[in-house]
């Protein structure tokens, strides 16, 4: 597989501390950033895969109203903003298999010091084939370049056991763990995952 390197606000330009392509079951996904030229292409085919993820993995955790409402309509005013007008430091890596997208993962960095991964999606159907270790490697590689010393952290829903048992096979170590509540009146327990900065030698 292909590894490109970028930050979401410099998205047309490669790092030249890039690795090179990574082995793994299927050269043919390329993990890139997205295209100054495609931001409303890229941010719609990045909302259609975060509705479809969330609809699948929270089936049972949210609401049926909110996840069968304007869910997909809000994902795309999300990530055409990301995209239009990116956080200074951010990223965003998209998988892509041809012209389908297959994943995806966005990191930002948080006044706290710390590196937040704030999505990282698989398109249902396409999860056990290593993708999304896939991804975490490459967003974990990617801020320990370009935000080094920074610990990087997500959160998952408690509820999401098979999320929570992923990062716990990625190496993430539980740091907390508290109640999440979302602005559309719900509150669910959530996990906290770190992956601490490499101490330097």
Not at 114 to 124: E, F, M, Q, T, W
Not at 167 to 185: A, K, L, W
Request: with cysteine; aromatic share 8%.
């Amino acid at each position: 597989m292909e590894i490109t390197h970028a930050v979401a606000n410099d998205a047309d330009t490669e790092s030249d501390t890039a690795p090179g392509p990574a082995p793994g079951p299927d050269a043919r996904t390329r993990v890139h950033p997205p295209a100054h030229a495609d931001v409303d292409a890229d941010a719609d085919a990045v909302a259609e895969l975060h509705t479809a993820s969330w609809r699948t993995a929270y089936a049972d955790l949210f609401p049926a109203h909110y996840l069968n409402g304007p869910l997909l309509e809000e994902r795309r005013a999300v990530w055409r903003g990301r995209l239009a007008d990116p956080v200074p430091g951010a990223a965003l890596f998209l998988a892509r298999e041809a012209d389908t997208l297959l994943g995806f993962v966005y990191l930002e960095p948080r006044p706290d010091g710390r590196v937040l991964i704030d999505n990282l999606h698989a398109r249902p159907g396409e999860t056990g084939r290593g993708l999304g270790g896939r991804l975490l490697a490459h967003a974990l590689a990617w801020s320990a370049t370009t935000h080094p010393g920074k610990d990087v952290y997500l959160e998952v829903l408690q509820g999401n056991t098979r999320a929570v048992a992923f990062y716990e096979r990625q190496g993430g170590r539980r740091t907390d763990s508290r109640i999440c509540h979302f602005d559309e009146g719900f509150s669910l327990p959530e996990f906290e995952y770190t992956w601490p900065a490499a101490v330097p030698k």
